[in-house]
């Protein structure tokens, strides 16, 4: 799947499109994931720090095509797979989104 392909403005993609790949970016070396880690475990309390994130977001902007705007690197945002999902499956869906 192409994810800088444009969804209309009306269709959000199904966030679970980027949880795979985002398992796969956090276990490429970013972070230690159990045998048992579920997308909605807190990244936080697996040692998820500012360093991280700031590989994450490069890795995400090279895998999906999707710059994340800084005001949305929130705890909140980054707290678990399932919320990040979330967040790229909203942006990947906005107008003017480069790709």
């Known amino acids: 799947m192409d ?9 959000l993609p ?3 499109v980027f ?9 490429g070396g970013i972070l230690d994931l159990p045998e048992n880690f579920q997308n909605n475990d807190d990244l936080f309390d697996l ?3 500012s360093m991280a994130i700031m590989q994450l977001l490069i890795l995400i902007e090279d895998r999906f095509s999707l710059p994340i705007p800084a005001n949305l690197v929130t705890k909140t945002h980054f707290c ?11 942006l990947s869906s906005s107008p003017g989104q480069p790709g």
């Open 3 to 11: 994810f800088s392909e444009k969804n209309s403005p009306t269709t």
């Open 14 to 16: 199904n966030p679970s």
């Open 19 to 27: 949880a795979e790949g985002l398992k796969d970016i956090l276990s």
């Open 47 to 49: 040692g998820l720090d």
């Open 80 to 90: 678990s797979i399932d919320a990040l999902s979330k967040l790229l499956a909203e």
